[in-house]
């Protein structure tokens, strides 16, 4: 399952705080993406799951990131 949680428009901190929140009702290898408009969320999701047992890829597409967590 990858569920996709659209940022677009949204601030610091409110797309990790909703990354977080759906890490936590995920299954290992199951994997949430985060879309977001806003370069300093790569930094802050980095930064939030630092200490997660989970994978991120992120994706630069014009301007939109796209930062698959995939729960280990």
């Given at each position: 399952m990858?569920?996709?949680i659209d940022c677009i428009g949204l601030f610091c901190p409110i797309?990790?705080?909703k990354a977080k929140i759906a890490f936590k009702n995920i299954n290992?290898?199951?994997s949430i993406t985060v879309v977001?408009?806003?370069s300093c969320t790569q930094q802050g999701i980095f930064e939030a799951f630092k200490n997660y047992n989970c994978k991120i890829e992120v994706e630069d597409d014009a301007g939109i990131w796209y930062i698959k967590?995939?729960?280990l």
């Amino acid at each position: 399952m990858n569920n996709k949680i659209d940022c677009i428009g949204l601030f610091c901190p409110i797309p990790v705080i909703k990354a977080k929140i759906a890490f936590k009702n995920i299954n290992s290898y199951e994997s949430i993406t985060v879309v977001t408009d806003h370069s300093c969320t790569q930094q802050g999701i980095f930064e939030a799951f630092k200490n997660y047992n989970c994978k991120i890829e992120v994706e630069d597409d014009a301007g939109i990131w796209y930062i698959k967590i995939t729960k280990l």
